[in-house]
């Protein structure tokens, strides 16, 4: 199994940023995607970025030119900076990795961290 670890989440105050990490630990044999997915209360769980080895970067309607992800293919981690935050945005965020533990095609993963709390009020 592949543990996800994610920080940075907090509180911040409307127009506020934040920088959510993801590290990507265990037996990992290629990583094809890893991105942000993010729940809040009362709400179904919803993509927010997502980077695609050879697909290129997805982003959801509602962040688009406030977040930027991006990946450091070497340290198996993924980021998300996040710019002019607004209220609508709090939600538990999620880290997401799908790739495969080693070079046979039967050994997909698709795995998601913990979370991380982040806050926008005021």
């Known amino acids: 199994q592949v543990q996800l670890v994610e920080s940075g989440g907090g509180l911040v105050q409307p127009g506020g940023s934040l920088t959510l990490s993801c590290q990507a630990s265990g037996s990992i044999f290629a990583l094809v995607a890893m991105g942000w997915y993010r729940q809040a209360p009362g709400r179904q769980r919803e993509l927010v970025a997502v980077?695609?080895?050879?697909?290129?970067?997805d982003y959801a309607d509602s962040v688009k030119g406030r977040f930027t992800i991006s990946r450091d293919n070497a340290q198996n981690a993924v980021y998300l900076q996040m710019n002019s935050l607004k209220p609508d945005d709090t939600a538990v965020y999620y880290c997401?990795?799908?790739?495969?533990?080693?070079?046979?095609?039967?050994?997909?993963?698709?795995?998601w961290g913990q979370g991380t709390q982040v806050t926008v009020s005021s």
């Open positions: 980077q695609n080895r050879g697909y290129g970067t």
């Open positions: 997401n990795a799908r790739g495969y533990y080693t070079s046979s095609t039967y050994s997909a993963f698709d795995d």
